[in-house]
Each structure stands twice: as structure tokens, then as C-alpha cells.
Nanobody, 121 residues
């Protein structure tokens, strides 16, 4: 039974900060690439940030310099620190676990249920 459980979303004013957490169970966490995605109403789900099993990080251009992804393999948890939040960051944020091109084992995607982030004055 694989579970990814996001937490930390909420309502924040422009310029504020939030830290999202995603706790994983049912997988060997350190073997997986972890990512954060977001989806606003009427828009596609896009990658925000990802961190590979080897610690390589990629960010969407829209969040570079403002968001930081990190992982704690001992806690089976991936984080997204979001600073200088803008109204356009408003979306449901989803945690994803998958295998990258150089990771061993079968393919397959696992998703969390999502957590709402609303940036509004």
C-alpha cells in the first residue's frame, strides 16, 4: 500500500511563505525521484520542482529563486519551501514519486491527494 500524504497548504498573503511536506510510505523512498506539481483551475498540471534519488534538483522557471525543494530520506519526506508567494502561485499542489531514467526497478507513478495553496490579499 503506497501512500503520499501532503500537508502544509493554506491561505497566505502575497509575499508570504509556506512550507509543504509530503510523507511517503509503502515505497523504498530513497530509490525514488520526488516532485512537486501544481494545478490551477482550468489549467494543466505542471511540474514545480523535482529532486532525483541522487539529489539533482530542477525547478520551473516561474519559481526559481523563490521555492526550494529538499528531501529527508530518513523521514521519508520531501519538502517544498515557498517564499515570496504570488497570487499566480495559487493552485492545488501535488506530491509525486517516480523512477528516473537511471533508477533501478519498475516504472510507475504515485501521487498524493493534493493540498490547496491560496495566495490572496
Amino acid at each position: 500500500q503506497v501512500q503520499l500524504v501532503e500537508s502544509g497548504g493554506g491561505l497566505v498573503r502575497p509575499g508570504g511563505s509556506l512550507r509543504l511536506s509530503c510523507a511517503a510510505s509503502g515505497i523504498i523512498f530513497s530509490f525514488y525521484r520526488m516532485g512537486w506539481y501544481r494545478q490551477a483551475p482550468g489549467k494543466q498540471r505542471d511540474m514545480v520542482a523535482a529532486i532525483t534519488s541522487g539529489g539533482v534538483i530542477n525547478y520551473a522557471d516561474s519559481v526559481k529563486g523563490r521555492f526550494t525543494i529538499s528531501r529527508d530520506n530518513a523521514k521519508n519526506t520531501v519538502y517544498l519551501q515557498m517564499n515570496s508567494l504570488k497570487p499566480e502561485d495559487t493552485a492545488v499542489y501535488y506530491c509525486k514519486a517516480d523512477k528516473g531514467p537511471f533508477d533501478a526497478g519498475p516504472r510507475g507513478d504515485y501521487w498524493g491527494q493534493g493540498t490547496q495553496v491560496t495566495v490572496s490579499s
